[in-house]
């Protein structure tokens, strides 16, 4: 896998929330119900905006929900045609923003799915509004995304906004463009930006392929804390994988490698440091992103009467081994197979072995991808 850039952040909190143990779910920093109303409810130390419409969209109404009427597109996204939401910290307080969870639908009108924008995409005025935080469908019933935020939104000392396009857009016979919302919520909270003592200072690189390597130098932090490595795939839900304990009593640096990083585009990374006092310290979340074209894959499995043909992706020279297996666990095939990096094309004897669900596994010796085919 291709080198990954050492990402460097610092996160800055109160002595007295050091002090206090840190909720493992994010607070709720704003919210908009559309309860008969555009106003936001507001998370503490935080100021929300009503939400309003870009000026492509031409009318709105509440209907036991929210819809804006006319001007989504049916083709790319409009720069006007929008929701938006904007949450701003409270003064000598900075906002670490973890994700956006949006209830969402187009309309019931008309024949068919309905009528109304069939895409929806997420951006911010972080990037002047340039790039998707993420994207989806729409249908004619809600929905629930929920879209982790990058720790570009982890340290934001003024206001934010988050607008919602909808594009795409197809109206059926009877129909309305109608772009429908039940709820916006961002997670996350303001924190007094009042420079503290202690800090995590978080980064990473790829030491071999399919092992990240991790790096953390630790200020502040005495004797007897517990330095945990939490791991995460979406950004939001993390798993302790590591864990060790500080006995110097002082500033010092870390290292740990995670050799069973699951095949993902990005996964997060975090310190948790836990006092012997019982206080706890989150660092900010470290992103890698992995190179997809590098990575080890099973890219393709097409059989044929008698044999299969596997198509894969080698990220470097070397040996690799690859197996078979039936459904219920038992091997028939274990070869080794050597290949230049890039892609790989293998064809394997397949016998007179019946038809049903099998599953093909490559393995570079520290972590394996597996494949289900029919055959």
Known sequence: MKTVSALKMTLFLTTLAFAQAIPARAQTAGNWNFNNTLAGTAGTNITVTTASFGSAIGSSS????????????????????????????????????????????????????????????????????????????????????????????????????????????????????????????????????????????????????????????????????????????????????????????????????????????????????????????RSPILVVNIDAASALQIQGIVAGPSSLRANMKLPADGTYRLSMYTMDGKAILKQAIGGASGSLVIDIPFGDHSHGVYVLTLSDGTRNISRQFFY
Do not use: C
């Open 62 to 281: 509440y209907n036991g929900e929210y819809f804006g009427q006319d001007g989504w597109p049916a083709g790319g996204l409009n720069s006007n045609a929008y929701l938006q939401v904007s949450l701003a910290p409270a003064s000598s307080y900075y906002l670490v923003l973890n994700s956006v969870t949006l209830i969402i639908r187009h309309s019931t009108t008309g024949t068919a799915a309905g009528s109304g924008p069939m895409t929806w995409s997420l951006r911010s005025s972080l990037d002047g509004y340039t790039s998707d935080i993420s994207t989806g469908t729409l249908s004619t019933t809600y929905a629930t995304f929920t879209v982790p935020l990058s720790t570009s939104f982890q340290s934001l000392t003024s206001a934010v906004t988050f607008r919602l396009y909808g594009y795409n857009s197809v109206t059926t016979s009877g129909g309305f463009n109608r772009f429908v919302y039940s709820n916006i919520s961002v997670k996350g909270q303001a924190i007094s930006s009042l420079l503290a003592q202690q800090d995590i200072v978080l980064s990473s690189q790829m030491a071999s392929s399919g092992v990240v390597g991790l790096k953390w130098s630790a200020s502040g932090f005495g004797a007897g804390t517990d330095f945990v490595v939490e791991r995460s795939t979406d950004g939001s839900s993390f798993t302790p994988i590591h864990s060790l304990q500080s006995t110097s009593g002082s500033d010092a640096s870390y290292a740990y490698q995670d050799a069973s990083a699951p095949p993902a585009a990005a996964i997060y990374y975090r310190i948790i440091a836990r006092g012997p006092d019982g206080s706890v310290f």
